[in-house]
Antibody
Framework: EVQLVESGGGLVQPGGSLRLSCEGS????????MNWVRQAPGKGLEWVSY????????YYADSVKGRFTISRDNAKNSLYLQMNSLRADETAIYYC?????????????WGQGTLVTVSS | QSVLTQPPSVSGAPGQRVTISCTGS?????????VHWYQQPPGTAPKLLIY???NRPSGVPDRFSGSKSGTSASLAITGLQAEDEADYYC???????????FGTGTTVTVL
C-alpha cells in the first residue's frame, strides 16, 4: 500500500522559515515524480512545486519561486520543501503527492498533509 | 489563482445524476493535456477519482465517469449517494505556466 507521511509543519512568524518532509513507503520512491500541493483554510487546491524522479527537473508556482526549494533524497525515500520568507497568506495544509508513473502530470497518491501556520 | 473554472456547487437527490464542468484554455485542456479529477470529502486529503480524461483507478465505482472535449471537461456522477458529498477538483498541466493547474472546486451536496 502506498503511504506518504508529511511532517515538519507548525507555527512560524511572518518572514520565517520552515522545512517540510514527506516520507514515502509501499512503492519504489526513486521511480516517481513528486509534488507539493497546498490548501489554505476553506480554500481550493494550489500546486506548489514538482520534482522529477531523479531530481534533475524542478518546477515552481510563480507565487513561491525564489523562496521555496524542493528536493528529494531517494536513498531515504524522502521529499522535502524548504520554505523561506513565509507570508501570512501561506497558512495552509501542505500535501505531498506522488505522480502517476506511466500517466503523466497527475497526482496519483496523496499524504494526509501537514499544517503550516504563519502568524505573529 | 485557479486557471480552470468549475461551478461552485451542484446538488441532487439520491439516485440522480449530476455533472461538474471544468473549463480551461488553449494552454492547458485545449493543448491536449489530460484532465484528472479528485474527490475531497470534508476534513480529508484529496483522492484521485478519474485520470487521463476518463479512466478510473481501481476501486472507484463506475458511477463516476469523465470526458473531455476541446478546452472543457466534465465529471458525471450517476446514482448519487450520500457518501458522494465532497469537494471535487479538476486538474491539468498548463504549458504557459510550466506547472500543474487546478479547478476552482465544486461542492456536491446530496439533498
Amino acid at each position: 500500500e502506498v503511504q506518504l507521511v508529511e511532517s515538519g509543519g507548525g507555527l512560524v512568524q511572518p518572514g520565517g522559515s520552515l522545512r517540510l518532509s514527506c516520507e514515502g513507503s509501499g512503492f519504489t520512491f526513486s521511480s516517481y515524480e513528486m509534488n507539493w500541493v497546498r490548501q489554505a483554510p476553506g480554500k481550493g487546491l494550489e500546486w506548489v512545486s514538482y520534482i522529477s524522479n531523479s531530481g534533475s527537473t524542478i518546477y515552481y508556482a510563480d507565487s513561491v519561486k525564489g523562496r521555496f526549494t524542493i528536493s528529494r533524497d531517494n536513498a531515504k525515500n524522502s521529499l522535502y520543501l524548504q520554505m523561506n520568507s513565509l507570508r501570512a497568506d501561506e497558512t495552509a495544509i501542505y500535501y505531498c503527492a506522488r505522480g502517476g508513473g506511466a500517466e503523466p502530470r497527475l497526482l496519483a497518491h496523496w499524504g494526509q498533509g501537514t499544517l503550516v501556520t504563519v502568524s505573529s | 489563482q485557479s486557471v480552470l473554472t468549475q461551478p461552485p456547487s451542484v446538488s441532487g437527490a439520491p439516485g440522480q445524476r449530476v455533472t461538474i464542468s471544468c473549463t480551461g484554455s488553449s494552454s492547458n485542456l485545449g493543448a491536449g493535456y489530460g484532465v484528472h479529477w479528485y474527490q475531497q470529502p470534508p476534513g480529508t486529503a484529496p483522492k484521485l477519482l478519474i485520470y487521463g480524461n476518463g479512466n478510473r483507478p481501481s476501486g472507484v465505482p463506475d458511477r463516476f465517469s469523465g470526458s473531455k472535449s476541446g478546452t472543457s471537461a466534465s465529471l458525471a456522477i450517476t446514482g448519487l449517494q450520500a457518501e458522494d458529498e465532497a469537494d471535487y477538483y479538476c486538474q491539468s498541466y498548463d504549458s504557459s505556466l510550466s506547472g500543474y493547474v487546478f479547478g476552482t472546486g465544486t461542492t456536491v451536496t446530496v439533498l
